[in-house]
Structure formats: C-alpha cells, structure tokens
C-alpha cells in the first residue's frame, strides 16, 4: 500500500452551508465548510454567545472552519492570514530530507502533527519514494506529539510506542532522553515552526538528528489586510484575536515592527484585546512577549472557540436590570428589552462603564479619563448628551449634581 493510499480519509468533508460576509477583511476564499454543529439561522442572545464580538482570525490553512464556526455563533470576523503554507511541488527540500532519512534508517522518529505526516506521505508517493518511506519508517520506533499525530500515524499502517502527556516536542524529547539517544539516529517531522531547543538537546545527548519539514510557512496573498487588522487592535476595534500557529505570531510581531506599531499592539494585547491560541507551541511567542492567551485545555478548534464564547460572557457582557427595562451590553452590541439600540463608539464605552458600575456614581474626572478627554467637561457632556439622544429613554443615564452619572436603576 502506497503511503498516500494509507492516509486516505475513510468519508469525505462534511458538507455546510456558506457563511455570510463578515467584513471587509474577511476572506473570501473558498475552504472546507465546519464542522461545528449548526444553529439557528436568525438566534437570541443565548445561542449566539459571540454577537457584538469582532474577532480576528490570522489563520489560513482550515480559516473556513474556523471563521464560520465564529459568525454562526453571531461574531464580526475579521480574517487576515498571517502565514500560509506553501505547496509541496514548490519544496524540493522535503523529497532530499526525506530520502538521506530513507537512507540513514533512523533508530526513532517523532511525529509532530497529522497534516505533517500527511503531507510528508503525499510528498514521498509523487516521488515514487512512499513505499520506501513507510517501510523505514515501520522499522524504527515511533513517538506522536499528540493523539491527531497518533492518528495519522495508525492510518498510515504504523505504530506508535509514546504519546506526549501535553502534546508538546519538549515532553517527547524528555521521554527520548530518559532511554537514551547516544549514538542513535533520530528522524523528526517538523511542523512549520522548528524548536531549535529541542533539536539541539537530542544532538547535546549523542544522537544524530535529521529533520524533515513538510510544510513551510510563506506570506499570503493580500498583503495589506494583516496591517489593517493590526490597525484594528491597536485603536480598540477588536475584542479577541485568535492563532492557531506560532509563525503567525512571530509573522504578526514582524509586520507590526515594519508598520513602527509594535509596542502599541503589544500594549493592546495585554489589555483591551483578548489573545486565543490553539494549544501552548502556539502561546510561546506570546507569553514571551508579556502576553498571557487563552489556551483550551484540548488543544483542538472546537474546544478554543468555546472558551472564547465562556470568557467573554463572562467578562465582556454587561447586563442591568433598570427603570427603563433590561440592559444589555455584549462587545458592541446593545439591546434594551431585547431590542437593539445603535450607538456610536464613545458613547457606548461611557454607557459601558456606567453599567459596570451597577447604579453606582462615576465621577466626572473617571468618564473624563475613560474617554481620554484630557479634563474636558463639555467634551464629555457631549459624549453624555449623544449617548442620552441615542437611548429609547435618555433618562436611563441620572446626573447627580457635583458627583458625576449613573445608570438609573
């Protein structure tokens, strides 16, 4: 059996309907359709935990799922591809590394992902080198970095002896160390972000090491829209950004040093704009940079997308009950007995911080601060008269001579 045949997906890609534009940043390139389960086409507020979130996706490969799984659930996407991996037919380095492995037949290998082994299978049967590679393989003793690689690993018709515990290379290598590598040959498939620690602790301990890297990261087309999502953390128009590969954090840090928008974007990330990734490879660039994300405890799609949905109900909806009726603030959105009020951006944020304050009095030199309007008082009598002239009832927002505002509850 030829190692693409082993890969081979026993079904087909679950069918779903088109999601609807998203904005101006979203793309539009077709992709597979999601397979998070569908909701209703026009949902409340319950089931659509994410209405009135904008949220950036910088992924390219699987973006379609992840992008419809996020406006299903009511969310603005915003999508900028960081990276995209380049094709095979393009890498002539994958089909050389992967015959000096063939040749060297290495004691251990370590599979680091399942589109990698795919890849590197697809990579070895358009050279006419599969069988070859599944044969060398089969002989050498096989260690996955997660239950995906395992995955894609039995499918190709071999076996696997180690798991690591946190589906990371660091805890694969420590489990190769506590064996022992002197004088043997190790084999690892990299997955677009080479852990050169990794590599050198095998090589440190006595082993050869030789890699393969079936897929590289390369930029996107559409250059200017990763900019424009920078853009959009940086002046507070974005509630979550999410990764799901360490190279698009490494690719966003580097356009935001040439946009000279480095540290405000650094800055918004560890305040006003919430970071998600997929699992802790992905966080690494992050957490080094002072920014601590969201991080599943299942490093998988569908297990990131509901913890943004639990943290941002949790943290970023405002709910009242007040004179007026019920009040409620998801990210952007506002509804007040269930019906939704449009109000410009300053206004909102005012309104925002009222509500967090439950009835309680804000000071005007506090909602001055809030609003950067430097000490401004008819500036932010302004933002409160735009903010009252928006409201079904403007006496929602109290005066309380000499103090401040309140939400009148």
């Not at 952007?332 to 449009?342: C, F, T």
Request: glycine letters at 8%.
């Amino acid at each position: 059996m030829s190692a693409l045949n082993a890969l081979a997906p026993a079904t087909g890609p679950t069918a779903g309907p088109a999601a609807p534009a998203s904005s101006a940043l979203s793309s539009s390139a077709p992709g597979r359709a999601g397979s998070e389960p569908q909701e209703a086409a026009a949902p409340e507020a319950a089931e659509a935990p994410l209405e009135g979130f904008r949220i950036g996706v910088t992924s390219h490969r699987r973006s379609r799922d992840l992008i419809e799984a996020l406006e299903r659930r009511g969310a603005e996407v915003l999508h900028a591809p960081a990276l995209k991996i380049a094709p095979v037919n393009e890498d002539i380095s994958l089909i050389e590394d992967t015959k000096a492995i063939i040749a060297a037949k290495p004691d251990l290998c370590i599979a680091t992902t399942a589109y990698g082994m795919r890849r590197w299978c697809e990579a070895a049967d358009a050279s006419g080198i599969g069988e070859e590679l599944l044969e060398t393989l089969g002989a050498c003793r096989m260690f996955v970095r997660g239950p995906k690689a395992r995955g894609a690993v039995r499918a190709a018709g071999l076996a696997d002896v180690g798991i690591s515990s946190d589906e990371t290379t660091a805890t694969l290598v420590d489990m190769l160390l506590a064996e022992g590598v002197r004088g043997k040959t190790v084999a690892v498939q990299l997955h677009g972000y080479t852990d050169v620690r990794q590599l050198e602790r095998l090589r440190m301990s006595g082993a050869t090491v030789l890699t393969v890297t079936p897929y590289r990261w390369v930029k996107p087309d559409g250059a200017d829209r990763l900019p424009r999502l920078i853009e959009a953390a940086c002046s507070g128009n974005l509630d979550v950004l999410t990764f799901t590969s360490a190279p698009a954090v490494d690719a966003m840090w580097s356009t935001a040093h040439e946009m000279g928008l480095y540290k405000q974007l650094v800055e918004s990330l560890k305040t006003t704009v919430t970071t998600a990734v997929v699992g802790p490879v992905t966080a690494q660039p992050l957490l080094d940079a002072g920014i601590h994300p969201l991080v599943p405890e299942r490093f998988r799609m569908g297990a990131l997308i509901r913890l943004v949905c639990e943290h941002l109900a949790l943290n970023h909806v405002r709910r009242l009950d007040t004179r007026s009726g019920t009040v409620e603030l998801r990210g952007r959105s506002l509804r007040i007995d269930g019906e939704l009020v449009e109000v410009a951006p300053a206004p909102l944020l005012l309104l925002r911080a009222l509500l967090g304050a439950g009835g309680a009095v804000l000071s005007r030199e506090s909602l001055s601060e809030l609003l950067e309007l430097r000490g401004s008082v008819h500036a932010l009598d302004m933002t409160v008269s735009r903010l009252r002239s928006s409201l079904p009832d403007g006496s929602l927002v109290e005066t309380v001579v000499k103090r401040g505002y309140r939400i009148r509850v």
